[in-house]
């Protein structure tokens, strides 16, 4: 998978969060976006995903760009699966059907359809027994499952997660990465912004080091954990390493 | 033994203290009563014979409070989107709007568009400009209470709602009002009960609700209580029962998130 960004800026009133960044990022299966809070990780997800549009510039993803329009963005979304950090479900609905909702309301499944394909998704999370709980009623690790399950759901061409562990404690970020890693294995295609450097480590092909709206460097694992990475990367990974 | 008459979340009071306590200030407030009225309640006769007048006064007040809420809903929402159009001219229209409507007196709006702007327009109607006039009151209200409701759905419930694809009428129908409705609804309530009041003043244009069907009585008996209590009485039936519902509803959604 190739994605491509051509001169884009992205600027929130006069703050400039990305500054006129070119770059080709390639990578097959997964690739893992690290660096510092603030860095611009979180806009670069939202700019692949569609949900912010550059203030100049292109993004290409295959050779194909991204569309301008509103209506051909939400497109664009609805073959993407996102997760969030947290906050992603809907608290008015139960697990069944937060997953079902975008199988009715945007892939146009029946009701019986989305509800036997949303139950097999649980299922398959081991999440079933909590089919029917509301958000509230779900355990942290639990409902960002339930989160990926709504994401996964569709069938989407790549998942994009942004930070999915954040909000976690160290169990709960457990079970979710185990999660992720079986996504992984199952060959589906995952762009991840991650705090979890061992975990990018095992699962990324490609890595890429992004700090002050800048991506720094980029390259296999191998490579960015190792002694031969720019000096930020060193000094970001002592920092978060020395404890 | 002191503590039965506090009701604390960790130790509620009994059963048998809360009838306790509400039948000793029914019976308390019931005997102020009587003492304060017993010298000026005396001509219930007269007043009995025009039983048929308060009741078609308050049965024309439930159809006016009645058609009023459907409209004044409509309009509010209506309002409340406009309020929250990126289209300007819209939107400052909405505001102009409610800022007039929630800064003049009901009254002055009922003289108002009764012998102004309804003489002008050949409406002659009371009933039709009373319900409008009401509905445009009411709607302003409401129009705010919708769009804090609307408001206080969070900024990533929204990007969750994008991010899986949905249109923005999508957001509103499956997202937004669903959330929106648990933080609408007991002010709503509140707001249907100040409706059936509010709409004593539309008296004034001669339209005979309940009110009006008092002060009719009382002229027409020189019984100025007998006529004014069955008044307060029939307001009442109507507002009790939306406070208690507008209570259970609170607790209904206080436990559901």
């Known amino acids: 998978m190739k994605l491509e960004f051509q001169n884009v800026s992205v600027a929130f009133g006069s703050h400039m969060v990305i500054d006129r960044l070119s770059l080709t990022l390639e990578f097959s299966r997964t690739l893992a976006l690290i660096g510092p809070s603030g860095g611009g990780k979180s806009t670069l997800l939202r700019l692949i995903a569609g949900l912010i549009t550059p203030t100049a510039g292109k993004i290409l993803i295959d050779g194909s760009p991204l569309p301008d329009s509103e209506s051909d963005l939400r497109t664009h979304r609805s073959a993407l699966g996102i997760v969030f950090q947290a906050y992603n479900l809907f608290p008015h609905l139960s697990a069944l059907e937060n997953v079902r909702l975008p199988l009715t309301a945007v892939h146009r499944l029946s009701l019986a359809e989305a509800s036997s394909r949303a139950m097999e998704i649980l299922d398959r999370f ?3 027994s909590h089919a029917h709980k509301k958000p509230a009623a779900l355990s942290g690790g639990q409902r960002q ?25 160290p169990e709960m ?7 992720l890693a079986e ?17 990018g480590r095992t699962i990324a092909d490609q890595v890429a080091f992004v700090a002050n709206g800048r991506v720094i460097q980029w390259g296999p694992p191998e490579e960015i954990f190792s002694e031969r990475s720019s000096p930020e990367i060193q000094g970001f990974l002592s920092r978060i390493l020395r404890y | 033994m002191s503590s039965i008459f506090f009701d604390r979340p960790n130790a509620p009071a009994p059963l048998w203290a809360r009838i306790a ?36 006064g308050w049965l024309l007040t439930i159809l006016i409070a009645a058609v009023s809420l459907v409209v004044s809903l409509v309009l509010g929402l209506a309002v409340a989107l406009a309020r929250r159009s990126t289209f300007l001219p819209l939107r400052s229209l909405a505001v102009l709007y409610v800022e007039l409507i929630r800064g003049s007196p009901l009254l002055v709006q009922i003289l108002f568009f009764w012998y102004v702007v309804a003489a002008q327009l050949g409406l002659t109607n009371r009933l039709f400009v009373g319900i409008l006039i009401l509905s445009a009151f009411s709607a302003a209200y409401l129009a705010e209470m919708i769009r804090a409701g609307i408001e206080s759905v969070s900024e990533s419930q929204l990007e969750s709602a994008r991010a899986i694809g949905l249109h923005p009428t999508q957001i509103y129908r499956y997202v937004i009002f669903p959330q929106a409705i648990r933080q609408i609804l007991p002010p709503l309530a509140g707001q249907l009960a100040s409706l059936i009041k509010d709409s004593s003043l539309l008296s004034v244009i001669g339209l005979s609700e309940f009110t009006l069907s008092a002060q009719q009585v009382n002229s027409a008996t020189f019984s100025t209580f007998e006529s004014f209590l069955p008044l307060a009485l029939g307001y009442l039936i109507l507002t009790l029962p939306i406070s208690m519902f507008s209570r259970f509803l609170e607790h209904r959604f206080r436990y559901e998130t």
């Open chain 1, 126 to 128: 081991r999440l079933g």
């Open chain 1, 145 to 169: 499952r339930v989160a990926i399950a709504r994401a996964v759901a569709p069938d989407p061409g790549l998942l994009l997660l942004d930070e999915p562990t954040s909000a976690l404690d």
């Open chain 1, 173 to 179: 970020t457990a079970e979710v990465l185990d999660l």
């Open chain 1, 183 to 199: 996504l992984h294995t199952t060959g589906r295609r995952l762009i991840l912004a991650t705090h979890e450097m061992g975990f």
């Open chain 2, 21 to 56: 306590v509400l039948l000793t200030i029914l019976a308390g407030f019931a005997a102020i009563c009587c003492w304060l009225l017993a010298g000026s309640l005396s001509n219930w006769e007269s007043v009995w014979r025009y039983r048929q007048v308060f009741l078609s």
